[in-house]
């Protein structure tokens, strides 16, 4: 009997699944406030990244202007509706060569460190996680970056490896 309703739990699970779209009725008690709602945000000097259920970003790839922008802000917007430590998302910007060492020495620290060593120094920046309709900002100083190296964003969910890209940075006196 047991095994009987093995195949019926499965199908109820699946339909629960969402593909990858927004929910119709988004959690609203834990949604937070949009972060332009405090303080606008220069937009040249900004970015929004969108995730979803399907663990993806809406953007390949983030470039930053570091001749015109001292500071730089990332707000990540969760789409979905599941709560952060069920699958939240965050942003974390390292060096290329960085960043699976950040996410080995993150993966066992759970969703109340964010998946982050606290204090890890090869990390330049980061948002905390953002549950489902939640959003998170961070902003950071452009010079911490240097030519020669390479940057990339990630989500350090465990599992969200998809949820990555290449950070391009634009140097002053620099052709573009």
Do not use: W
């Amino acid at each position: 009997m047991k095994y009987a309703l093995a195949p019926i739990c499965l199908l109820l699970l699946a339909a629960c699944e969402d593909g990858g779209q927004p929910a119709a009725k988004p959690n609203t008690s834990a949604t937070a406030q949009p972060a332009t709602a405090h303080q606008p945000f220069n937009p040249e000097c900004s970015e929004v990244f969108t995730g979803n259920h399907s663990m993806v970003y809406d953007k390949a790839d983030l470039t930053i202007d570091a001749g015109k922008c001292r500071e730089f802000t990332v707000i990540v917007r969760n789409i979905g509706y599941l709560p952060k430590n069920a699958r939240g998302h965050n942003f974390v910007i390292s060096k290329d060569t960085d960043q699976n060492g950040i996410l080995a020495d993150g993966v066992d620290l759970g969703a109340k460190s964010d998946f982050l060593k606290p204090g890890d120094p090869r990390i330049i920046a980061h948002t905390k996680l953002a549950g489902g309709g939640e959003e998170q900002h961070v902003t950071f100083k452009t010079n911490n970056f240097r030519p020669g190296n390479n940057y990339v964003y990630f989500c350090s969910f465990l599992g969200h490896h998809k949820m990555r890209g290449k950070v391009n940075i634009i140097y002053p006196n620099m052709p573009s």
